[in-house]
Structure formats: structure tokens, C-alpha cells
């Protein structure tokens, strides 16, 4: 005979807020309690534009010195696309996915033929651009000409996740669901569906975070479903891309001797380390790569994935940045 089902204990009824309430609640934090960083209030598009794709799974602390730079150097998308790829490169530096740059590149180079050099004021036309994806153009609609879209990043998911729904994370991979809460949740009003994107997403990234959120600081802790729940654990651990020893690193270290290099670099000195100690020029770059004690095949894949990425060519004189 089967055992009688234990009784569970049942789930706490989860708060029903208001979305005026939550709307009023953080964007009077944001107003407070945000971060004055350069691409806020009175920048230009283009740099709402760059600072979007340089915050690409990168931190604002890396990305706000490099955008700086890059503004001084390329204010407009005309002299952006005007310049040489190897310096595009260059200035890119260590903020990661480099193919990121040349795909900007491209997008420039579109603004300038298609768009008479004016980075596009509405979604779809952004969605066309090189590199711009559903988020960027929905985010740059937004930020930077005012538009009612719905931006929705990995900050804005949890928050809605937390605050709504009572999960502690968001499913691992975007959902419709998700997207449609995000779309409830949006002000009707247009200035102020602005000002609850950048708040909430602000919520997410200075109290809301992933790992520890600093719920006494949050101004709708009283409404929050996971609170109210009891803060369950999240139904799976969320696991960061490994970096030590794949050959993710070793690309990027590649790309650091390239970066450093104004020749082409020889295919022996990436391969033998006693060479590239005779190299003065990128010996420093090339010490970092011969350290990594990487072996042959996945030094071989690196630059064979920088060739195919257009991030580095080859002739008989050695590797280097795109002319």
C-alpha cells in the first residue's frame, strides 16, 4: 500500500504592488542614489551608442577610462569609421571580445553611408546596425533620443525576477515571459518608461546584485516577492566562463603582443620563447603569451580564430593588426 504524501507547507502569498509604486519608489532612488557616469544626461548619441557595446559583459571601472579616451579621440561615428582598424584595436585595449570594435567599426561606416553620419533615432533602423543587437538598440532608443522601449539586461532581469516574480535569479537564458513581464512593468508614459529603465537597471547593478544584494539599502524591500517568500535559493548556480588556461586567454594574449607590435610579428617569436626574449619591442607581451606553457594545437586555434575573426592577418613577414 503507498505511503500517504507528507503535507507541504504552503508557499507564502506574494505581495501584489501597485506598478506606480515600484515606478515612484526607485526612480525617486535613481534620482538620488545614481552613479554620475559620462554617458548620462547631455551626451551625444554616438557615445551612448559606444558606451552600450563597451559595457558588453564589462564593467563600468574598466569601460568608463577607455570611453573617455575614445570620445577625445573618435566624437563622431565619420572619424570613427575613418580610422584604421589596427587603431581601433589599439584603443580598445584589454576590455575583451575585441571583434566587439571591429563590429562598431562596421556600424560607424553604416551611420556614415546610410544614416548622413547621425547615429539612427529608432529601434528598428538601430537593429540594422553591425553588432547592435535587441538590447543595445532598444537601450540606445532610449537613452539616447527618449524613446518608450523595453530594455531589458541581466540587471533589469533579476530586479523583475525579485521584485515580481519572488526568484532569486532569472532563467539561465532570456524568456518570452520575461519580456512580457518587462513589458507590463514599462511606464506608459514616455519620459517616465526612460527614467524606469535606467533606474531599475541601476537597482540591479548597486543593490539588487547577483551575489550580494544589499536589501536593507533597497527602497521597495517591503514589496519584494522574494523577500516575502523567504528568499529561496536560486534553482541553479550560476556559472562564470572560465578564463585560466583556455584558449580565450590565449587569444587575448596574442592580441597583446599584436597590439604592442608596430611591425608584424614573426611566427617564431610567438612560438619559441627564447627568441621572443630577444625581441625588445613586444619582449614583455611575449613573455606574458610563452608563460601561459601553452601547447602547439591551441596555440595553433587562437590564431587561426583571430585570422577568421579578422582580428589579425598574416604574410610572410609575420602576424598583425588589420591594416
Known amino acids: 500500500m503507498p505511503r500517504p504524501a507528507l503535507p507541504t507547507a504552503p508557499r507564502p502569498a506574494l505581495p501584489t504592488v501597485p506598478h506606480s509604486v515600484l515606478h515612484a519608489r526607485i526612480t525617486e532612488w535613481f534620482q538620488r542614489e545614481a552613479r554620475d557616469l559620462p554617458w548620462r544626461g547631455g551626451c551625444s548619441a554616438w557615445g551612448v551608442l559606444v558606451s552600450e557595446i563597451m559595457l558588453q559583459q564589462t564593467p563600468v571601472i574598466r569601460v568608463q577610462p577607455v570611453w573617455e579616451e575614445w570620445l577625445q579621440r573618435w566624437p563622431t561615428p565619420a572619424e570613427f569609421a575613418a580610422a584604421a582598424p589596427a587603431d581601433v584595436l589599439r584603443a580598445w585595449g584589454r576590455l575583451g571580445y575585441p571583434r566587439r570594435a571591429l563590429r562598431l567599426h562596421a556600424a560607424a561606416a553604416e551611420i556614415v553611408e546610410k544614416h548622413?553620419?547621425?547615429?539612427?533615432?529608432?529601434?528598428?533602423?538601430?537593429?540594422?546596425?553591425?553588432?547592435?543587437g535587441t538590447y543595445t538598440a532598444a537601450a540606445v532608443a532610449a537613452f539616447a533620443f527618449g524613446r518608450r522601449t523595453t530594455v531589458v539586461d541581466t540587471n533589469i532581469r533579476r530586479v523583475h525576477a525579485r521584485l515580481v516574480i519572488g526568484q532569486a535569479l532569472p532563467a539561465p537564458a532570456l524568456t518570452a515571459a520575461e519580456m512580457a513581464l518587462a513589458a507590463q512593468l514599462l511606464p506608459r508614459d514616455t519620459g517616465e518608461s526612460v527614467l524606469w529603465n535606467a533606474?531599475?537597471?541601476?537597482?540591479?547593478?548597486?543593490?539588487?546584485?547577483?551575489?550580494?544584494?544589499?536589501?536593507?539599502?533597497?527602497?521597495?524591500?517591503?514589496?519584494?516577492?522574494?523577500?516575502?517568500?523567504?528568499?529561496?535559493?536560486?534553482?541553479?548556480?550560476?556559472?562564470?566562463?572560465?578564463?585560466?588556461?583556455?584558449?580565450?586567454?590565449?587569444?587575448?594574449?596574442?592580441?597583446?603582443?599584436?597590439?604592442?607590435?608596430?611591425?608584424?610579428?614573426?611566427?617564431?617569436?610567438?612560438?619559441?620563447?627564447?627568441?621572443?626574449?630577444?625581441?625588445?619591442?613586444?619582449?614583455?607581451?611575449?613573455?606574458?603569451?610563452?608563460?601561459?606553457?601553452?601547447?602547439?594545437?591551441?596555440?595553433?586555434?587562437?590564431?587561426?580564430g583571430l585570422l577568421t575573426d579578422g582580428l589579425a592577418t598574416m604574410s610572410e613577414a609575420g602576424y598583425q593588426l588589420p591594416n
Request: negative net charge; aromatic residues 4%.
Open 116 to 132: 548622413n553620419g547621425a547615429v539612427p533615432d529608432n529601434y528598428d533602423e538601430l537593429l540594422e546596425l553591425p553588432g547592435v
Open 199 to 304: 533606474a531599475a537597471m541601476e537597482l540591479g547593478a548597486l543593490i539588487c546584485t547577483a551575489r550580494s544584494p544589499k536589501c536593507n539599502d533597497c527602497p521597495v524591500l517591503d514589496k519584494c516577492a522574494w523577500i516575502a517568500a523567504g528568499q529561496p535559493e536560486p534553482s541553479y548556480i550560476p556559472k562564470g566562463q572560465p578564463w585560466a588556461g583556455t584558449d580565450r586567454q590565449v587569444r587575448g594574449a596574442v592580441m597583446a603582443v599584436l597590439r604592442a607590435a608596430s611591425s608584424p610579428v614573426h611566427a617564431d617569436l610567438l612560438w619559441d620563447a627564447e627568441a621572443a626574449a630577444l625581441h625588445t619591442e613586444v619582449s614583455k607581451e611575449l613573455g606574458k603569451l610563452h608563460a601561459l606553457n601553452t601547447h602547439a594545437p591551441q596555440l595553433e586555434r587562437a590564431l587561426a
